[in-house]
């Protein structure tokens, strides 16, 4: 009988002990340890052209998980901020796998094709971006056909033709005000009868809040059923791009994005304020005006990058 009491005194007494030891070495993160970092990370965040509500809510964030946890005494607070951050970073660039657009293609020969949409203002490079896609896929052996549906702007055609014969990949063209929905179905049509495993689908962008424009994307959408909506935004645009996702996004809905130009931008901030304003992932970067200049997006490298 003593003895179980003896046992159940020893158990509290290492409680306690182990109780005073935690307390020695590790001590409870207030507020104020994290405050002036937090400012100096917000800034930061700014600097890199980070939209400030992007940077704020990702402040908070940081702010509201560490606050109350517990590190080591002696631990530098910068360096749990720090990790803190990375990984708040990550979970917002890298929300879940990026599609494998030329093997989903591979994958449709012979049936539907892959259809991809890309969406987009006039000059934030589409144009180029699907040239770009199209060249990538014909390297893996899986040939588009680009479908020439911006029937609006003068000159996009010619300049989509130009690209396809360079590419050496099948364009569909559509008359000047054609229904760029029929010029897309078209495409489809065509590509599925010549065993074409994939179609990349322009789009006019003549003004994002032009409310023709989304009819006749929500048409594009409702006759193409793509499988891929692709937005394509210029990262030299900062809070444009921002404004333009979420529109876009409103109107049709983004399965992904693109960011073109950030060979000419050191910072890389659009992407995290466009990642935080549409919740949906980027899938490529554009690094230049040739055709190879498309790079798989590597969140890890952008966030080292921000954290430089
Ligand atoms: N440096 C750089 N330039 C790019 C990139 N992508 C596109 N561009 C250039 O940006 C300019 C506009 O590209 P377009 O593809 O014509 O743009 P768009 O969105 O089709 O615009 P519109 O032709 O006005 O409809 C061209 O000079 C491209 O060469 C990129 O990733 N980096």
Not at 91 to 102: K, S, Y
Not at 109 to 115: I, K, S, T
Not at 233 to 260: H, K, M, P, Y
């Amino acid at each position: 009988m003593f003895g179980r009491l003896r046992e159940a005194l020893n158990r509290a007494s290492e409680h306690i002990a182990r109780g005073i030891i935690d307390t020695l070495a590790y001590r409870e993160i207030k507020p104020e340890d994290l405050q002036p970092l937090l400012d100096d990370i917000l800034l930061d965040l700014v600097e890199s052209d980070v939209a400030l509500e992007a940077a704020e809510a990702i402040v908070a964030g940081v702010r509201e998980e560490l606050v109350g946890s517990r590190i080591r005494r002696g631990e530098p607070v910068e360096r749990v901020v720090r990790e803190a951050l990375r990984k708040a970073l990550l979970a917002l660039l890298d929300p879940g796998p990026r599609p494998d657009l030329a093997g989903e293609a591979r994958a449709r020969c012979g049936g539907r094709p892959l259809v991809i949409l890309f969406l987009g203002v006039n000059g934030t490079g589409k144009t180029t971006t699907i040239a770009k896609v199209a060249y990538m896929l014909r390297k893996a052996g899986v040939t588009p056909v680009i479908a020439a549906a911006d029937t609006f702007r003068a000159g996009a055609q010619e300049q989509l033709a130009a690209h396809a014969e360079k590419i050496g990949v099948p364009i569909v063209r559509g008359r000047y005000g054609a229904d760029p929905a029929s010029v897309a179905y078209d495409a489809i049509k065509h590509a599925q009868s010549r065993g074409f495993c994939a179609v990349l689908v322009d789009t006019a962008g003549r003004m994002h809040v032009d409310s023709n424009l989304v009819e006749e994307l929500r048409k594009i959408v409702r006759v193409s059923n793509p499988d891929y909506k692709i937005l394509v935004v210029d990262s030299l645009t900062g809070n444009d791009a921002v404004e333009q996702a979420r529109l876009f996004n409103e109107a049709v809905g983004v399965d992904g994005v693109i960011v073109t130009k950030v060979d000419a931008d050191p910072k890389g901030g659009t992407l995290v304020s466009v990642a935080h304003a549409i919740r949906k992932p980027i899938l490529y970067l554009g690094t230049g005006q040739g055709y190879e200049d498309l790079e798989p997006f590597d969140p890890q490298k952008t966030v080292n990058r921000l954290l430089e």
